[in-house]
């Protein structure tokens, strides 16, 4: 079974402040991943892919892949109250052009004025 | 530019009734379709998934089935709802997944 796994928070974190999400994934033959943002009652959005061990960055968001460690995380710097939300980690089941991904349970971001 | 339209947003349903929920998307030809389902609380589930036109696959035994009459059209159906189809239905669509998927707006449905 494969399983992508994040801790469900709530995580909080003052305006202004650095939050940190993680992942772990357990197939090693994914090759994509991906962070969702979804508001309350709303769907995901895509925020950001990568695709290659490293750091890739988007404006205040950073997503970090380690392949080796089955880790992804994503940092949001410069946290917004706009940024409370759910974050899903998604990952690529590896099987063809399929396409299908496996989420995980999402973390919860709080950020406190 | 690709959008993907879900209807309706908000659905309430007596147990034993059908169910159709219809997805299509835009601006694209031949995309990979998802349907998810989100319980409350909980994690997306993946429930099918097309690579094309008659091509259905399932991923977990259920109530429910889906199918692709069109290229560009997604539809999920039941017979008979049962209380536990509650949640929160998503549609989707990618190019074979290469750079993830864009989400329909969702369907909300209570199952009574």
């Known amino acids: 079974q494969k399983e992508v796994e994040q801790n469900s928070g709530p995580l909080s974190v003052p305006e202004g402040a650095i939050a940190s999400l993680n992942c772990t994934y357990s197939d090693r033959g994914s090759q994509s991943f991906f962070w969702y943002r979804q508001y309350s009652g709303k769907s995901p959005e895509l925020i950001m892919s990568?695709?290659?061990?490293g750091d890739k960055e988007d404006g205040r968001f950073t997503a970090q892949l380690n392949k080796a460690s089955q880790y992804v995380s994503l940092l949001i710097r410069d946290s917004q109250p706009s940024d409370s939300a759910t974050y899903l980690c998604?990952?690529?089941?590896?099987?063809?052009?399929?396409?299908?991904?496996?989420f995980g349970q999402g973390t919860t971001l709080q950020v406190k004025p | 530019s690709q959008t993907i339209h879900q209807w309706p947003a908000t659905l309430v349903q007596p147990v034993g009734s059908p169910l159709s929920l219809e997805c299509t998307v835009e601006g694209t030809s031949n995309p990979n379709l998802y349907w998810y389902r989100q319980a409350a609380g909980r994690g997306l589930q993946l429930l099918f998934y097309?690579?094309?036109?008659?091509?259905i696959s399932s991923e977990v035994p259920q109530n429910l089935s889906a199918s692709r009459p069109q290229d560009r059209q997604f539809i999920l159906s039941s017979k008979k709802l049962l209380l536990s189809d509650s949640g929160f239905y998503l549609c989707?669509?990618?190019?074979?997944?290469?750079?993830?998927?864009?989400f329909g707006s969702g369907t909300r449905l209570t199952v009574v």
């Open positions: 998604a990952v690529n089941a590896g099987s063809g052009n399929t396409g299908k991904l496996i």
């Open positions: 989707a669509w990618s190019v074979q997944g290469i750079e993830g998927y864009t």
């Open positions: 990568i695709y290659s061990n």
């Open positions: 097309s690579v094309g036109i008659g091509q």
